[in-house]
């Protein structure tokens, strides 16, 4: 049963039953890789592998949104569990791991559907911990004005911590002209790792995560009110 299934489950219940262990849907994710909306973006993916040596990087799950994203949501870099042969190989809110489980239940509980919401990555090719250098950092940014460039409806973009902000400000230095010409909606959040809420005050840790909920809702607001505009026309 994946998470997106089960948010209504009891707490104790779902650690019994981490994310991404469902074959059946796994197996379906690779069968569909290279169609629908995500069909483009995947094939695109294949030739920024091991561009300039980079190496690897993962797919995009058939679950979410392709070249008709409404929502981008940026994050850090490729985590093991989107790897081959250790993980799913894609981006997925559905991986077996504790920053997609935790987007899986926020999303579920604002009502932000998986099929709205594109994931990306500030540097998105598999780097294994290491640490990344300005140019690392501007090939992320890169790539990522590439990406935009392919999707005609996006409206929102969602930067969860500090590396996807900054991989925006260097986007946007790149194209200072982006979010008044595409009209697009820019919200800044906290990552969605437990690392992100760290704080001694406990008030503090309690502050993030309401404010990485809010901020999540914030997104599905702004896609419901496009949705309503767009049944009006």
């Known amino acids: ?132 250098k300005a140019a690392d950092k501007n090939a992320g940014a890169d790539v990522l004005r590439r990406l935009i460039g392919m999707l005609p409806d996006l409206h929102v973009v969602l930067l969860q911590g500090g590396n996807a902000k900054d991989c925006w400000q260097r986007v946007e230095k790149a194209d200072p002209g982006l979010v008044r010409r595409r009209g697009l909606t820019v919200l800044e959040t906290y990552h969605p790792s437990r690392q992100a809420l760290w704080h001694s005050d406990e008030a503090e840790r309690m502050r993030r995560q309401q404010h990485r909920v809010d901020t999540y809702r914030q997104v599905s607001d702004a896609l419901a009110r496009l949705h309503t505009t767009t049944e009006g026309d």
């Open 1 to 132: 049963m994946r998470v997106t299934e089960r948010v209504a489950v009891e707490a104790d219940a779902r650690e019994d039953s981490p994310v991404g262990r469902d074959p059946a849907f796994a197996a379906q994710q690779q069968r569909d890789r290279y169609g629908g909306s995500v069909g483009e973006i995947n094939r695109w993916i294949d030739g920024l592998r091991d561009a300039d040596g980079r190496g690897w990087m993962p797919h995009i799950a058939p679950i979410h949104a392709g070249t008709n994203a409404k929502a981008l949501s940026v994050l850090s870099d490729p985590g093991p569990a989107t790897k081959d042969c250790v993980g799913s190989g894609f981006l997925c809110i559905e991986n077996d791991d504790q920053t997609a489980e935790t987007q899986a239940h926020a999303f579920a509980e604002v009502g932000l559907a998986a099929a709205d919401v594109l994931p990306w990555n500030a540097y998105p090719w598999y780097s294994g911990g290491t640490p990344l």
